[in-house]
């Protein structure tokens, strides 16, 4: 039972547009979620994160968007750079959970030049 | 600050061999993470050790195991090891154990069962 779901395991888009990734959870008792980008041959890199008791956290051209009524979370990357091009990975976790992280499954960005 | 380093990066094992992979966190880090990751899976979670007591494990068999020191350097061990077993393994640092703490990956050690 995959809770945590990316569903499109790649996406394109042109530099200097949006680029919008996508995570969906079914788990309630997450609280805590987290990006991490991945190139590679390296290990994951944490970009963002967001408590459950926020909507929206920015770090520069990133942006964690949360809907937890729909067990929604998203990350906006304005303006994407080819540099962004990476395989993004969502995580979450409950505070009073017995286990660390559940990753979603990636989704694979191209950022075309 | 050195980052998590893991050693080796790369592996060829045969089938029924056992392998041990080695994870040194960021220098202060106590809980050392371990994960699997396969094309199609995702991240997936192994276990979790922190002050050398395992704290959280995932849905693994045995043959998986691990370890850590008292410098908190931690060990992986797969015993009988299998053609699925192929895969990226993760080791990921924090400071402290706690839901909210962020981790911090290696680069991983990427092992190829034949």
């Known amino acids: 039972d995959q809770q945590v779901k990316q569903n499109s395991p790649s996406l394109s888009v042109q530099e200097g547009r949006i680029s919008i990734l996508n995570c969906d959870y079914t788990?309630?008792?997450?609280?805590?979620f987290l990006w991490y980008k991945k190139y590679p041959a390296e290990g994951p890199t944490f970009l963002i994160s967001?408590?459950?008791?926020?909507d929206k956290n920015e770090d520069g051209r990133f942006t964690v968007f949360l809907n937890k009524s729909a067990k929604h979370l998203s990350l906006h990357i304005v303006p994407s750079q080819p540099g962004d091009s990476a395989v993004y990975f969502c995580?979450?976790?409950?505070?009073?959970?017995?286990?660390?992280?559940?990753f979603g499954t990636g989704t694979r960005l191209k950022v075309l030049a | 600050k050195a980052g998590v380093t893991q050693t080796p990066r790369y592996l060829i094992k045969t089938r029924g061999q056992q392998v041990t992979l080695s994870c040194s966190p960021i220098?202060?880090?106590?809980?050392v993470s371990w994960y699997q990751q396969t094309p199609g899976q995702g991240l997936q979670f192994l276990f979790e050790?922190?002050?050398?007591?395992?704290?959280n494990k995932g849905n693994f068999p045995g043959r998986f195991s691990g370890r850590q020191f008292s410098n908190s350097r931690s060990e992986m061990n797969v015993s009988t090891l299998e053609l699925g077993d192929s895969a990226l393994y993760l080791c990921a640092s924090s400071l402290v154990q706690g839901a909210q703490e962020t981790q911090y990956f290696g680069p991983g050690t990427r092992l190829l069962v034949l």
């Open positions: 967001i408590s459950s008791i926020k």
């Open positions: 050790y922190f002050s050398e007591t395992q704290r």
């Open positions: 220098s202060g880090h106590r809980s």
């Open positions: 995580a979450a976790s409950a505070t009073s959970g017995t286990y660390k992280y559940i």
């Open positions: 788990n309630s008792m997450f609280d805590y």
